[in-house]
Each structure stands twice: as structure tokens, then as C-alpha cells.
């Protein structure tokens, strides 16, 4: 018989001696289909004499002659067999043109064609070496090898801990001839046959399931209509770790024997190949662990590297300070090693252990709050609360709310009694910033809290008792201002019983150094950046300039270099103010001193200038002169001594 047969890949001619012509999937067909649709045994052709007839096999697609579907039919020439997208066209019957094409092709063994094809397999199935893209390798190696319908793979879970349970097993793959994934691959397959194998630990062939005996009574066979099944383990060192499970629900016998031995083969080379797959994984995973130890050991020693930094700073600070002032009480968070320091400090110490009304003076920045703070933390109130207001910050209305506290309904918007800062602060300290820009009613009111220790809420007749510590602070003349009749000379003598004055920077700045390298290294740990060095350079400019703004500004010029410099910090780092301070009538020995560099010495020369120069003004009035110049009249007798200076 001669044929014509056209395809997808072009168009050929057949030829045939024999009675029978075959048309399928499988290898084993005369004329080889691949095409999803066409069954592995779909149709046969027979020549009985002058007569042509074509059967299908139970195809899942069927067979049509000349566009129709039939069962079976004789045929004629110029007839049309379709199967699937192949078009057979019978054209002649003449054995003579049947010997004469045969000669162009020969039959291939099926044994041959079976092991090209899995060695083709094989090789693609090796060099994967990740483990998903290998199991679902198998699975489609496997289905093509044998024609199935369908391919599942169910490893242990130690194999796959990623994939849908199915018993006691893991199904990492299921897939279909077509190369697509299986939806709801768990009510797929009967896992009555995956038992059976598993438990015997041998390969299972059936070529009808619905009528093995050794499947009966497992209702999975019976609710999937299953047919033709093959399921074999997939071996390990220790025993099966799982099984490659294949069907094919339509065809009964759609797999023989020499399938099972070909899905054996390819099982145990699968093993393999999986075994290296989850060692490849494995090392993979430990790589990328020691790669995130590594980045974190780097990250601590980077921190431990900026910590050992700060510290080392701030014991340099430290030394300093004990180097000189060997002795005296630590109170915390204030730095200063400076004579006018020195006298403060001799003058916290006298102070803390008292139960005294103190004020604090001093111009702004120059850290009043911090003394106030020293002076509860050295005290008996120690444990008990430390509450501030600043007094410039409110109104009369709203200080005097927040001071003696109010009921509900005293005025608009009270909608609940809230307790005062008298009330809070009581077994403690209250600490009233700018108290001198408090209104003379203020005062008064005050004044009554110092004298009796009563408080009255605002719109209350009900007095409480109260027991506070009263610090003050002003950057005003308090003194200046009960001589002009702006303050109550009454609540002066009740806050000044005690008195801190605290010096601007530009009188100690011997103290500059010590405060940019303790200011510099608390702004690099909040900020969680590296502590930058202060060069000579730098470190003279700072001393040099007058700081009107005090230790606040100081305070902000050591944040501006956490953020802009790097390693070391530079002179063009430095704000414009800062770098372009020129000292103020510089004597040529002054200049002198700075060009070699003895920043001590440049203070010391401007100190004793200053000191001449409020001496001068005061006409030798020394209490006069200490007020100019910040400091108290002690540590101006001092700074006489120890410059060889008289009045």
C-alpha cells in the first residue's frame, strides 16, 4: 500500500508490503505520531486482497475517514484517514510500488529506539542540578519514555519539605502529557498503589487496574476508572523514598513489560540525581548562611570599631578631668576642668546636701538645667521626682494651670481636673527656667507657694500641702530688675537664698577641647555613625571663636561635623562663624603662641588680657569686674594670683 501523509512538519510518502499498517504514539506503531491527542496504539489499517479497512483501537480521540468520525471502514483510493494532525491518503494498492519505497526506510527495533530515548533522557535529566526543576525532569521524562497520560512524583519529606502532602509523602510534581501541572494532584492518583509498592518495595505493572485482583477492594481504582498503571520506587541507601507513579485512565494495556523495566532504569538514575541535587541545595543553603554570618560579624565589628572609638574619647575626657580635678564630687552629664569651673563646682557640693531655694544665672546655653540637675541628683530628693517649666514658654493663664493644677469646669475647655506641677514635683524638685519673664501676679502667687508650702488648684478653695525644693534659673539681672520694680524683691530673697553663677564659654575656654571631644562623641553614638577626629587645626579654631551661644552652640557645631565630616574633620567642615574667628586684639606674643600650636597657652594669654581689661573698666573693683567677666569674685582672686596680677 502507498500513502500520503501530511503533517505538521511537511509532507511525505509511505509504502507498505505488509497486511497491516499501524498508527500511534508509540514507538512500536508503523507510522509514529507526536501529538498529544493521538493514543500510543490508535488505529490499524488492514489489506484483505483488493480490500482496505481501518479500525480504531479505542482511541481517546477517535479516527475520521473523509472528515467523518468512524469506528471502522473500508477504504478506497484517494480515501482521507485522520488522525489527530496527521492526513493519510491512500494512493495506490500495487505491491511493486510498495517494494520500491520500502527501500527507503528501514524499521528501527523497538529495544533500540526505547534506549536512545532514555539515554537522550538521561542526559538532559543529569545536568539539572536544582532539585524542582530535576523532579519535574523526571516526571516528564518519565511520561514520555512510556506514553503516559499522567507521571506523579511523592517523595519522603525529607527529600522535598516543600511539596503537597500526600500521606506520608510529599507530591512535589504531577504532571500531564501535555506537559502541564496537575490541578489537585492529591485526589489524582490512588494512594492504595502507592502503599502497595512502598510497603513491598517492588515495581507494580497493571494492565487493567479496574480488573487486577491484586487491586481489589481499593475504592481510589474505582473512583478514578483507572486502567493501565505503572508505579516503581525510587530507591535510597535506607530503602524507597518515594515512588514514580504513571497512568493512563482511557487504554487498557497502554504500558508492557519492557516500559516497566525502562521506568526502573530511569527511577534509579532519578536517585541519583536527586541525592546530588539536595547536596547541591544543601551546600548552597550553608554558602548563604555563612555568607549572612559573615555580614553580621562585619556589621559588630564595625559597631564594636565605633564603640571602642566613642570610649576611648570619652576616657580621654575623663582623664582630664580627674587629672585636675582630683577630689571633688562627679556630677554627671557637666564637663569642665577650667578654674571657672572649678568654682562652680566647689560651690555645687556645698549646695546639694541642703534643702535651699537655689538660682541659677547665666546666659543662654550655658547649661542651667543641667546644674539644676545635678544638684537634685546630689541631694536627699534624689528618688523622688525632678519636674521643669519654663516660664517664658506659657501665658499667665495657662503657667499658672500648669503650676497649681485645676478642677473640672474652672474655664473653658478643663473638662477634666488635671493636678499641677507643685502637686507633682512634691517630695521632689520643681525647676522654673526663665522665672525672671514671670508676671508680677505670677510672682505673688509664687511667693505665697515658698512662705506657707500651700498650693490651691485654679477654681478651688481647697488648699493642699505641698513639700518642694525650688530651683530657679534666669539669664537676666534679677537684681538689676527688683531695682527697677519688675520683680518682687520679697520672691528674689526667697529664691536667691542660694546662688549659682554660671560663666559663659568665652571665660573658660580652656574647657573647649574637653567639651567638643565629650559633645562630639555623644552626637556620633545617637546618630550611629563613626566618631570623627578633631585635628590641631580645628580644635584652635574652636578656641578661638567667642560662642555667643554657649555650650548649645558649641553642642550643635559637633553635630554638624558628625554629618559632614569623615574620618578626620577639616577646617572647611567647621560653620562660617566658627572658621572665620579672628581673636579679639591679638598681642603679637599671642600670635605667636598660635602659629607653634600651644592652644593652652593662647587661652591663658586671653584670659589674663580679659582680666586686665575688666579690672581696667571697674576701676579695680574686683566684685564689679567678676560680674563682667562671668565668674565669682573667689575665682577672679585666683586668676589675680595666678597671673601675678594687682588691682
Known amino acids: 500500500m502507498l500513502w500520503r501523509i501530511e503533517a505538521p512538519e511537511g509532507v511525505r510518502t509511505h509504502s507498505t508490503g505488509g497486511p497491516v499498517l499501524t498508527v500511534g504514539r508509540a514507538p512500536s506503531n508503523d507510522i509514529v505520531a507526536r501529538d498529544a491527542r493521538v493514543s500510543r496504539h490508535h488505529s490499524r489499517i488492514e489489506r484483505r486482497g483488493e480490500h482496505v479497512r481501518v479500525v480504531d483501537l479505542g482511541s481517546s480521540n477517535g479516527t475520521r475517514v473523509n472528515g467523518q468520525q468512524l469506528s471502522e471502514a ?93 500521606g506520608e509523602l510529599q507530591l512535589p510534581v504531577a504532571r500531564s502529557f501535555e506537559g502541564v501541572d496537575v490541578l489537585v494532584p492529591r485526589s489524582r492518583l490512588s494512594g492504595g498503589v502507592v502503599r502497595r509498592v512502598l510497603d513491598e518495595g517492588r515495581a507494580l505493572l497493571s494492565v487493567d487496574a479496574g480488573e487486577d485482583s491484586r487491586l481489589a477492594g481499593l475504592e481510589s481504582v474505582e473512583e478514578l476508572r483507572l486502567r493501565s498503571v505503572l508505579c516503581v520506587p525510587v530507591p535510597s541507601a535506607e530503602g524507597p523514598q518515594g515512588v514514580l507513579y504513571l497512568d493512563n485512565r482511557l487504554q487498557r494495556g497502554a504500558f508492557e513489560q519492557r516500559h516497566l523495566e525502562l521506568v526502573e532504569l530511569l527511577a534509579a538514575q532519578a536517585a541519583i540525581a536527586i541525592r546530588n541535587a539536595r547536596l547541591v541545595e544543601r551546600l548552597k543553603g550553608q554558602n548563604q548562611r555563612l555568607e549572612v554570618s559573615q555580614l553580621a560579624v562585619q556589621r559588630l565589628n564595625e559597631q564594636l570599631g565605633r564603640k571602642v572609638r566613642d570610649r576611648e574619647g570619652e576616657l580621654a575626657v575623663t582623664r582630664a578631668q580627674l587629672g585636675r580635678e582630683r ?102 524638685t520643681l525647676f522654673l527656667d526663665e522665672v525672671g519673664d514671670m508676671s508680677p501676679a505670677m510672682q505673688k502667687k509664687l511667693l505665697r507657694v515658698l512662705q506657707e508650702g500651700e498650693v490651691r488648684q485654679v477654681g478651688s478653695d481647697e488648699v493642699r500641702q505641698v513639700d518642694v525644693r525650688v530651683i530657679t534659673a534666669s539669664n537676666r539681672d534679677l537684681e538689676a530688675m527688683v531695682a527697677d520694680g519688675s520683680f518682687r524683691e520679697d520672691l528674689f530673697y526667697r529664691l ?91 598681642s603679637p606674643g599671642e600670635a605667636e603662641v598660635l602659629e607653634q600650636g600651644d592652644i593652652r597657652g593662647a587661652v591663658a594669654d586671653l584670659e589674663r588680657r580679659s582680666i586686665e581689661a575688666a579690672m581696667e573698666q571697674a576701676a579695680g573693683n574686683k566684685s564689679a569686674a567678676a560680674r563682667t567677666l562671668g565668674i565669682s569674685r573667689f575665682a577672679l582672686q585666683r586668676k589675680l594670683d595666678k597671673y601675678g596680677l594687682t588691682p
Open 74 to 166: 473500508d477504504l478506497r483510493i484517494g480515501d482521507r484517514v485522520t488522525v489527530g494532525e496527521l492526513e493519510l491518503t491512500l494512493e495506490a494498492l500495487e505491491p511493486e510500488a510498495d517494494a520500491a519505497l520500502d527501500t527507503l526506510a528501514e524499521a528501527v527495533p523497538e529495544e533500540a529506539s526505547d534506549l536512545a530515548a532514555f539515554a537522550a533522557l538521561s542526559a538532559r535529566m543529569v545536568a539539572e542540578v536544582a532539585l524542582q526543576p530535576l523532579l519535574v525532569q523526571v516526571v516528564d521524562a518519565a511520561v514520555e519514555l512510556v506514553g503516559a497520560e499522567r507521571g506523579f512524583l511523592l517523595l519522603e519529606p525529607s527529600a522535598d519539605p516543600g511539596g503537597d502532602s500526600a
Open 327 to 428: 577630689g571633688r564630687q562627679e556630677f554627671a552629664g557637666i564637663v569642665g576642668a577650667s578654674d571657672a569651673m572649678r568654682a562652680v563646682f566647689d560651690q555645687l557640693e556645698r549646695i546639694v546636701d541642703t534643702e535651699l531655694p537655689v538660682v541659677v544665672t547665666g546666659e543662654s546655653g550655658t547649661g542651667k538645667e543641667l546644674v539644676a540637675r545635678a544638684i537634685h541628683r546630689g541631694g536627699a530628693r534624689k528618688d523622688r521626682p525632678f519636674v521643669t517649666e519654663n516660664c517664658a514658654a506659657l501665658p499667665d493663664s495657662l503657667l499658672e494651670s500648669e503650676l497649681f493644677g485645676h478642677v473640672k469646669g474652672a474655664f473653658t475647655g478643663a473638662y477634666k481636673a488635671k493636678r499641677g506641677l507643685l502637686e507633682q514635683a512634691d517630695g521632689g
Open 496 to 586: 536667691a537664698v542660694l546662688r549659682v553663677d554660671l560663666p559663659p564659654l568665652r571665660a573658660r575656654r580652656d574647657d573647649v577641647p574637653l567639651l567638643a571631644e565629650s559633645l562630639l562623641a555623644r552626637a556620633a553614638r545617637e546618630a550611629g555613625r563613626d566618631c570623627p577626629v578633631l585635628p590641631h587645626e580645628v580644635v584652635a579654631a574652636l578656641v578661638r571663636y567667642s560662642w555667643p551661644g554657649n555650650v548649645r552652640e558649641l553642642e550643635n557645631e559637633m553635630r554638624r561635623l558628625v554629618v559632614l565630616a569623615q574620618e578626620g574633620a577639616r577646617l572647611e567642615d567647621l560653620s562660617k562663624a566658627v572658621r572665620e574667628a579672628r581673636t579679639i586684639a591679638a
